[in-house]
């Protein structure tokens, strides 16, 4: 089978129908050469229709969008864990996500999202073009510009923690502002993270010009674009579902087990899997050998 066959609307809703499970059903190429996202049914599951949208489809939907508009080379996507951490995690943590290999020089711009109140999402979007870093809420629920000064203080100490800790000194002088930009407003409880999407993506595709962020948040709107963010990881993917395993997406049992171990094919959808990472049993899995035998999500 071809690793870039047609993604279609059928495949996507099909994946939305079933109920949760942890196969993987894409790989999707991060920024960085060589690091990939690994995306279980469960978290495209969470761009179905009213659903909060997990952070990790959030970030890897950042790293296809930063492909797509020809930007990996110029903005750097922050992991949301980070940036979560910068903004409002204690300063004993911060010295962990220094990210001492990362060169900001290298950049022109910044994009990451936060958590706040452990169930909305925010944009983070630092630009060093304008020496400013906008944090915006898709209910623009407090004074955006506020929250991006406070924000801005944080960005500050944290290269100048870099500095401290590492010696590094890109960004440091950057004497970093508040900003605030006009932007959609949600129109529903649960699609912050499709306007984060949206927003990010009107930004990466107008670099370095600051574009006018403007879309449409209706319920139809935000329903039809679930499914076109459903697609894009889908069509992103490069993961070879006939040489790795769809339960840990390596040809490699994981390491904590014997590097050895049986595999076993979905009789329906044709997925392979490790014996290993199914955690079958041995009479169950002679069993499953002569007879047929279907995976979690084809069940
Ligand atoms: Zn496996
Ligand atoms: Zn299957």
Known sequence: MSLFV??????????????DTEVVVAVVPSQIKGRSFVIHHSELCSLRPHQWLNGEIIESLFHVAAHASGVVDTIYILSHYTAGVILFGDRTELPRQS?????FDNYEAVLSFVLVNNNHWKLLYINTNASTVFL??????????????NAA?????????????????????IRWKGGAMRHPIQQDGSSCGVIVVKMAKALMEAFPLMPDVEFDTTKKAMKDER??????????????????????????????????????????????????????KSNQYEKAKRGSWKCLLCT
């Open 153 to 173: 203080k944080r960005i500050q100490e944290y290269f100048k923690m870099r500095r401290t800790c590492h010696g590094k000194t890109d960004w440091v002088g």
């Open 99 to 103: 990210l001492p290999r990362v060169n």
């Open 136 to 149: 915006m809420d898709p209910a623009q629920l407090s004074s955006e510009l506020e929250d991006s000064k």
């Open 6 to 19: 047609h993604v279609s609307d059928f495949q996507l809703t099909q994946l939305w129908k079933k109920s």
């Open 227 to 280: 499914k076109a963010l459903g697609l894009h990881i889908l069509e992103a993917s490069v993961f070879d579902d006939q040489t790795c395993c769809a339960m840990c997406a390596a040809y490699k049992p994981p390491v904590s087990g014997p590097q050895m171990t049986d595999w076993i094919q979905c009789d329906r959808c044709d997925k392979w899997f490790h014996a290993l990472c199914l955690d079958i």
